[in-house]
């Protein structure tokens, strides 16, 4: 009888055990046996962080819900040129520039991903400078004074110094206004092939300059008419220095810089206009694709000869030859119209520099009509890193003009 008790209660603990051990593993893993359907979100501390200090060892945190113990999260920079991003979550500068802090995870089979936009604003290492061959006992004589830039009553920017800086170099032939960056200054043009990329790295006062200055494409008949008469005006800029293009990546992909929309137009004056553009488009490119340079860099998108002659007559082709506006009648209208509006299946998904940044820029609204073929558009490209050919992009469509008194 005793051996029968002892077997029954010997029983009843082993299922007790048993059961114990099953409740433990139930509630133990309860957050980790979720069904393949749980969607999860990972998030970190911050989407934007901005960092002006070398020394400066910020921490972002990654959370993943619901949680889940199983998990293995995966933290890396987008570009450790710029920064580094630790699995302790601490993200450290290493030179000026824009990248992405990113965590990512694979649960059931599913990808998880978090991105904080990271500005590193440090400033130019004078050792790289030195090294590119410019110094700052090198800089040349002052140019004229930049004012503080001002919107008038009619929503035109009305405190350009354009005319003295015209007068001070001639190639200076327009005035550029970005709000919510610093890009506030002239811009040159070089109309010759062999000179088009001159103030690349040069100064308006002729002399090596490490930022260079603004230009514009040599095919823009900006100079020729000091009108804004292309289908593209392109500007071009350096943004290597703490001037020109500099704050073009760095400010325009924010999310804070979007947010307010009176950034979302720009303000070109030219020596007889003056104009406002709405921005429609930021993103990142590759120019190693030759659509996508076509696409961000071409003046004029023209007809072939053959359906220009059965488009107009002899005498109106006659005409705009001698009053030099031949290539409005040869501006392909549907062409320029499709480059102008496919610019989101343009932008850079496969460089992973540039990829994190695919979804911040993609969906965008800037509450504007999509450009048509009668619109022109203005094109801001710089560089978006000195090792790659991928260029950062802004595009904005012409909106208002005005004329400008012209010169004496």
Not at 53 to 79: C, G, H, I, M, W
Not at 294 to 319: C, G, M, R
Not at 368 to 381: C, F, H, S, Y
């Amino acid at each position: 009888m005793t051996s029968r008790k002892n077997f029954i209660l010997i029983s009843s603990l082993i299922i007790i055990a048993l059961l114990s051990a099953l409740v433990f593993l139930f509630i133990n893993n309860s957050s980790d046996s979720l069904s393949s359907d749980t969607v999860y979100t990972l998030t970190l501390s911050m989407e934007e962080l901005e960092i002006t200090d070398k020394q400066a060892r910020p921490v972002l945190t990654a959370k993943l819900t619901p949680d889940n113990k199983n998990a293995v999260l995966e933290y890396f920079s987008s570009n450790s040129s710029i920064i580094t991003f630790d699995e302790s979550g601490v993200v450290t500068a290493v030179k000026s520039g824009v990248a992405a802090a990113v965590v990512r995870t694979v649960l059931d089979g599913k990808k998880y991903e978090a991105v904080c936009t990271v500005i590193v604003d440090i400033g130019i290492d004078p050792d790289v400078m030195e090294e590119e061959g410019f110094t700052e006992e090198n800089q040349g004589p002052p140019v004229p004074e930049i004012y503080e830039p001002v919107i008038d009553e009619e929503g035109f920017l009305s405190s350009d110094n354009l005319l003295e800086y015209n007068m001070f170099n001639n190639d200076t032939v327009a005035w550029l206004y970005v709000p919510g960056t610093n890009i506030n200054l002239p811009v040159a043009q070089k109309t010759s092939f062999s000179e088009r990329e001159f103030y690349l790295d040069h100064g308006l006062n002729f002399f090596p300059k490490y930022s260079g200055s603004a230009f514009f494409d040599y095919r823009c008949h900006v100079t020729e008419k000091n009108r804004i008469l292309d289908q593209q005006t392109v500007v071009f800029g350096h943004a290597r220095g703490t001037d020109i293009f500099d704050q073009l990546e760095k400010v325009t992909i924010r999310q804070s810089w979007f947010e307010n929309e009176q950034n979302r137009y720009i303000y070109l004056n030219t020596l007889l206009e003056d104009t406002v553009w709405q921005i429609y488009a930021c993103y990142y490119t590759n120019f190693d694709i030759p659509e996508n340079q076509i696409a961000a860099t071409t003046p004029n998108f023209l007809l072939d000869e053959s359906v220009i002659s059965e488009k107009y007559s002899a005498a109106e082709i006659s005409a705009a030859t001698a009053d030099g506006t031949l290539f409005t009648l040869q501006q392909d209208t549907n062409e320029f119209r499709l480059y102008a509006v496919t610019w989101r299946s343009r932008m850079e998904t496969e460089d992973s520099r540039y990829s994190p940044f695919y979804n911040i820029l993609f969906t965008r609204d800037y509450g504007t009509e999509p450009p048509t073929g009668a619109d022109k558009i203005l094109t801001l490209v710089t560089c978006a890193d000195a090792d790659s050919n991928v260029r950062y992009v802004v595009q904005a469509k012409l909106v208002n003009t005005r004329e400008r008194v012209p010169l004496e």
